[in-house]
């Protein structure tokens, strides 16, 4: 029985990955290009380096309070008061980036895909079948995340692979030629590309080796920097920078460039967005998860799995309220930001010099 | 209760079709060529400045209950712009137009004289998520639908013979295959590039020599001849014949593959390097006793004579597109490269400076095979 609880550290690895890896890896090379040129790609691994140093406090402020969860912790270290504030600004981040998230799927199928079905449909269907995974326990998530995770390695081997016949590798040419002045803010921009990371430290908990578990959530987020970079290089080897200027979703559009023989298989974006539709399910399911998860704490219900479909409403109606795709990125890209740079790096960092302080006077 | 919930929605799967909006795919035209022209009869304040041409083949002929009518169908309209003209087609198709097996767009030289047209159909056709992106380019002199009209009857293949042989350069050098993003790509770096000819010969399309654009605007045309020279020298190596006149007598050279590399040196003006090697076999010479190359220094004079023969007419290329202001040779590309500090100081007059630059072939042609006869 306590064997079920658990979940191994790698599938918390594979949780990692698949939930940080979803809508923003379709626009990443487009954001990168548009500030830093060629050199898109330092933003890209600096961004991911950087948040390695927030996932180690928050590896040490759980070594410091051991068979403790995320809430107890900060229970203790800031009462129930302040630290339920924290909370709940970390749920309204997990509700808006799963709203954020829905509608860019939605926007994109119906790009490609879906033409004549509304937007809403295409939303509340993505939102109910995540509602399914979101209810279950953590082991689920951790299973689903290690079965997506090879669809996704899956899903990067096409596109390499497509790739490979019109790629030119010399537009990644010159190296190092940028504005550098711009470097800061390309680098927060990549740094938005890594949140849901975040998801780990609710699975922190349910781990059966805690030892090593860092080891693993370090591994994976470089897999995600590898990902990130290997896309990156073959959308810039295929398009050249001014045309990944003008394409809203690089990505996607590697799979319009191929040229297949025979007649009737001409579109390949339909195998390309099957494949991606799986990797947002695992961003969505696990975001929704961990939403209900602190709706759950904060307010001390029972069980998680009604309160996903009472935030069902609320995701749904934040997804719709940007009128069009520039509106999705502007407006409520921007508020997600902010919430993102709080949860990424302003609630690790708080919690961990709190938990520091409070250990420190007890021992005093 | 519970169980006869779970067969009432079980049930209540057979009444849905499944599909948001179901649609057969023979209820659908496939457009697999475009032509545009330029409407002549357009009056002032008239938006339709174009006549947009669809080509879709006739389904029902495909197969084995085929009917034998008609392959292939064109339908012509004035139009605003290329999507925005098959709504204007809906009151002559049965059905509506599908665009991800678009193959090949032409355009009518006339239309490339509008500046403001081109850019506007560039950018349509890049915007739309339902257009290949890899749909081959062409130019004609004349009318573009008049091109799709005569190889309607002409194919016996839905692929269409058009695309066909504008697919690649695989096995010709005499144009250079364009499609819609390299085109895009080219205006991007260089402002210029070269995109097929296709004409009308005796009642058959012809593709042979291009069409110079230059800031999405036509410039001039060039035979294959010139075409074949900037091939070369941007490596675009197939399949090729080179002629040459050797001992007063005509000699055929056929490559079968090669490759062109610049570099590019500062030291007393801008010198760029090409290296530029070909390999092929000799395909024909003279039939006779005493002119027999199987010896080492014949086929070397005869290397030398062919490489004399390239250098000349890629210089007289070079004159020619330094005349009419066409950097075509990829240096500018290869600058920004690999070179992007000059670049950046030369790039804003890079065309008045162009032929100044010096060039410096080094060219080297291998006869590998000499048949089955010395």
């Not at chain 1, 923003?24 to 990168?32: E, F, V």
């Not at chain 1, 961004?47 to 229970?75: E, T, W």
């Not at chain 1, 890209?333 to 709190?354: C, E, H, Q």
């Not at chain 2, 016996?156 to 066909?164: A, D």
Request: proline share 3%; with cysteine.
């Amino acid at each position: 029985m306590k064997k079920n609880e658990t979940i191994s550290n790698l599938q918390i690895r594979n949780l990692l990955i698949t939930t940080v890896i979803g809508v923003g890896i379709l626009a990443l090379p487009n954001q990168m290009v548009t500030i830093l040129d060629n050199d898109g790609w330092i933003p890209i691994i600096l961004g991911g380096l950087l948040v390695i140093p927030f996932a180690v406090m928050l590896d040490r402020v759980y070594k410091l309070y051991p068979d403790k969860n995320i809430y107890q912790i900060g229970r203790e270290v800031y009462g129930k008061l302040i630290f339920n504030i924290f909370m709940i600004i970390i749920l309204m981040y997990f509700v808006i980036q799963d709203a954020y998230v829905a509608r860019i799927f939605a926007e994109v199928v119906k790009a490609y895909l879906l033409e004549t079905t509304p937007t809403e449909i295409i939303i509340i269907t993505i939102l109910l079948v995540s509602a399914y995974l979101a209810r279950c326990e953590i082991q689920v998530l951790g299973r689903v995340a290690t079965l997506v995770y090879i669809i996704l390695i899956t899903l990067v081997g096409f596109l390499v692979l497509i790739s490979l016949p019109d790629a030119d590798p010399t537009n990644m040419l010159p190296v190092f030629n940028a504005d550098f002045k711009k470097l800061p803010s390309a680098i927060t921009g990549a740094l938005f590309s890594y949140a849901g990371y975040e998801v780990v430290f609710i699975a922190y908990s349910s781990s059966d080796d805690k030892n090593n578990i860092l080891k693993y959530i370090i591994r994976g987020l470089l897999v995600v920097i590898g990902i990130y970079l290997i896309v990156f290089v073959i959308t810039l080897s295929l398009f050249g920078i001014d045309q990944i200027k003008r394409e809203l979703w690089p990505t996607i559009a590697i799979a319009n460039e191929v040229d297949l023989p025979g007649y009737f298989l001409e579109n390949l974006e339909g195998i390309v967005l099957a494949l991606w539709v799986v990797v947002v399910y695992s961003t969505l399911g696990p975001l929704l998860f961990a939403a209900s998860r602190i709706f759950l704490n904060i307010f001390t219900t029972k069980s998680h799995d009604f309160i996903v479909l009472l935030l069902i409403p609320i995701i749904y109606v934040i997804s719709i309220l940007p009128v069009n795709v520039v509106e999705v990125y502007e407006k409520l890209g921007k508020v997600l930001n902010y919430f993102i740079a709080v949860s990424i790096i302003g609630i690790p960092a708080i919690l961990f010099i709190g938990a520091l302080v409070k250990k420190r006077r007890s021992k005093a | 209760m519970k169980k006869l919930l779970v067969l009432l929605l079980i049930s209540s799967l057979m009444l849905t079709s499944g599909c948001w909006d179901s649609r057969e795919i023979e209820q659908r035209l496939f457009v697999t060529a475009i032509a545009v022209d330029i409407n002549e009869e357009v009056q002032e304040g008239n938006v339709n400045r174009l006549i947009v041409t669809y080509k879709y083949p006739n389904i029902n002929t495909i197969g084995k209950n085929s009917d034998g009518g008609h392959i292939n169908f064109t339908l012509s309209v004035p139009a605003s712009g290329i999507s925005q003209a098959s709504t204007a087609f809906m009151g002559e198709a049965p059905f509506p137009f599908y665009f991800k097996h678009l193959k090949v767009i032409i355009f009518s030289k006339e239309l490339l004289e509008h500046e403001e047209l081109v850019r506007h159909i560039l950018d349509e056709l890049n915007r739309s998520p339902q257009i290949n992106k890899r749909a081959r380019i062409a130019v004609t002199e004349g009318k573009a639908r008049d091109v799709l009209k005569v190889t309607a009857g002409q194919e016996y293949r839905t692929e269409g013979g058009i695309y066909q042989v504008l697919r690649s350069n695989k096995f010709t050098n005499r144009f250079t295959v364009k499609s819609l993003t390299d085109l895009i790509t080219d205006f991007d770096v260089a402002g210029v590039t070269i995109v097929p000819r296709i004409s009308i010969v005796s009642g058959k399309f012809v593709v042979s020599g291009g069409c110079i654009l230059k800031n999405y605007k036509f410039l001039a045309w060039v035979d294959q001849n010139h075409n074949r020279a900037i091939n070369i020298m941007n490596g675009i190596i197939g399949l090729e014949n080179i002629d040459t006149i050797y001992n007063g007598t005509l000699l055929s050279y056929a490559v079968t593959r090669g490759y062109s590399r610049k570099k590019v040196t500062f030291d007393d003006g801008i010198t760029v390097r090409f290296d530029i090697k070909l390999q092929g076999y000799l395909q024909g010479y003279n039939i006779s006793q005493k002119n027999q190359v199987y010896d080492e220094k014949t086929l070397e004079d005869i290397e030398n004579n062919i490489e004399e023969e390239l250098e000349k007419k890629i210089l007289e290329t070079r004159k020619f597109l330094d005349e009419i202001g066409a950097p075509l040779f990829g240096v500018g590309e290869h600058m920004s490269k690999f070179h992007p500090k000059v670049w950046k100081q030369v790039k804003d007059n890079w065309q008045e400076m162009m032929p100044e630059v010096k060039f410096q072939l080094n060219i080297d042609v291998n006869i590998r095979r000499t048949g089955l006869t010395k």
